[in-house]
């Protein structure tokens, strides 16, 4: 038995999407469990550059079986857009299966989501608006329609009249909106399901034979740990957990069958929308490594916020996700750097903490403390052995594992699959 989960550790764009594509190399399946067409997950493969929103990064592999779990909420148009895109670039899709389980984004879900944004004003949380917070809303509420009922159109029309029933009187009555044609968002829906039929399957018998098997699954994660719901910066979050544990609702493996979990970081910290980020750099150096970088949203187009690595978010993540190993990316945009901060804890009003704080009034009034580290000149894109990175990058890289108390495994230099080495194989 092989499972191993795969999670963002920070507030998402930690580089998921070149560590999955590298690893399924060795995968026999891929599995997301969470989000939707929110995530961005960017690869740069012999096939080409990739911004894939929904289909696991391990698609480039044929004969990886690549699943959209239960726990996922997508977007038919999205999706077929996403297919569409691989096949111009010939990466085939016969290896891409759909759980019957998972919501459908619906054309009210991204209309709600603007509209809320909008109503927020000030408060606004800087969410995507692909409709995600409100379709994770309807799944709990018990209103949500799936896949599986897309797949029958009795099924769905019914369903679709009772929602939109209500969602119709939501939006005219709160948001002075026109409201919307349930043939119109039917007739396009069934077009859809036709489209996505083929990949429609229960993926459940089909993990779990995979399980039986001993195949190597990877659980794929979206977003980062301090979006999540209950752990993360609420109310600036988003509607899905992005956490280890969810890997397992998320694709209905049982949590005892998961043996590793790699938490991806970013060797610095981003966060695009809004709450607070402790470590975040407004002047001159946040811009260095936002042009250094090209930290912009793959799904937005957002500028992302910039800042030092946080090693007191970094070992809170590290503990409510129960990660094994660390991947470390986009080591290389210090390169050059005379000298690297890592924040090792708060100051807040005066006292000092090693503890992530639950409200976020108080993450606000976090005023970082720093420990300077030397950096390194040399360029370290190419550099294909742990043993031949400059001194300074090792040294970085091991104040990181021991502040998280966690090992890193993996670090990565640069956007490509093959640019990413093993910490002292
Ligand atoms: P990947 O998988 C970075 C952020 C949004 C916003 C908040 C809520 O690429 O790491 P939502 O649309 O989910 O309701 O927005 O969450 N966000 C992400 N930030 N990477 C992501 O995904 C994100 N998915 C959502 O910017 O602040
Ligand atoms: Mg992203």
Redo the contacts with the bound molecule.
């Keep these: 038995m092989s499972v191993l989960a795969l999670v963002?550790g920070q507030?998402?764009?930690?580089g998921?999407?070149k560590v999955i594509d590298s690893l399924a190399a060795n995968a026999d399946m891929v599995v997301r469990y969470a989000?939707?067409d929110?995530?961005?997950?960017?690869t740069v493969n012999p096939h080409g550059t990739f911004r894939l929103?929904l289909i696991p990064s391990g698609i480039f592999y044929p004969e990886v079986t690549c699943i959209i779990g239960n726990g996922v909420v997508v977007n038919p148009a999205v999706l077929m857009r996403e297919i569409s895109e691989l096949r111009e670039h010939s990466v085939g899709t016969h290896n891409l299966l759909v759980s019957d389980r998972a919501h459908l984004i619906m054309p009210y879900h991204t209309l709600l989501?603007s509209l809320e944004e909008d109503r927020r004003g000030r408060g606004a949380?800087?969410?995507?608006?692909?409709?995600?917070?409100p379709a994770f809303v309807d799944k709990v509420a018990r209103i949500g329609i799936r896949v599986g009922d897309l797949m029958d159109s009795a099924v769905f029309r019914a369903r679709l009249e009772l929602v939109m029933e209500q969602k119709n009187a939501l939006l005219t009555s709160l948001y002075g909106h026109p409201g919307m044609s349930v043939d119109e968002v039917f007739n396009q829906y069934i077009e859809f399901a036709e489209q996505m039929r083929p990949h429609v399957v229960d993926s459940l018998p089909i993990i779990h034979q995979a399980l039986k098997r001993g195949d190597r699954i990877m659980l794929e994660?979206?977003?980062?740990a301090l979006?999540d719901t209950d752990f993360g910066t609420y109310p600036?979050?988003?509607?899905?957990s992005?956490l280890a544990g969810n890997a397992t609702l998320g694709s209905g493996i049982g949590p005892t069958q998961i043996e590793r979990v790699i938490g991806v970081f970013k060797a610095y910290a981003?966060?695009?929308?809004?709450?607070p980020m402790p470590t975040e750099l407004k002047g001159e150096m946040g811009d260095f490594i936002r042009e250094k970088a090209r930290e912009y949203?793959?799904?937005?187009g957002?500028p992302?916020r910039c800042g030092w690595f946080d090693a007191i978010a970094g070992m809170y993540s590290v503990r409510i996700n129960g990660m094994t190993e660390v991947a470390l990316t986009h080591l290389d945009i210090f390169d050059g750097f005379e000298s690297i901060k890592i924040c090792t804890g708060y100051r807040i009003d005066g006292a000092f903490t090693t503890e992530f704080p639950a409200q976020i009034e108080r993450v606000e009034r976090c005023e970082p403390v720093y420990e300077e580290l030397p950096g390194w000149q040399e360029c370290t894109e190419e550099i294909s052995e742990y043993s031949q990175l400059p001194v300074n990058a090792r040294k970085y890289v091991d104040t990181i594992s021991n502040l998280l108390d966690c090992r890193v495994s993996l670090v990565s230099m640069g956007p490509k699959r093959e640019q990413m080495i093993e910490v002292n194989p």
């Design positions: 963002g507030w998402g764009d930690e998921k999407g989000g939707g929110n995530a961005g997950h960017t929103h989501d949380i800087g969410t995507t608006q692909r409709g995600i917070g994660g979206a977003q980062g979006l600036y979050v988003t509607s899905s992005p981003t966060r695009v929308g809004s709450g949203g793959a799904t937005t957002r992302r």
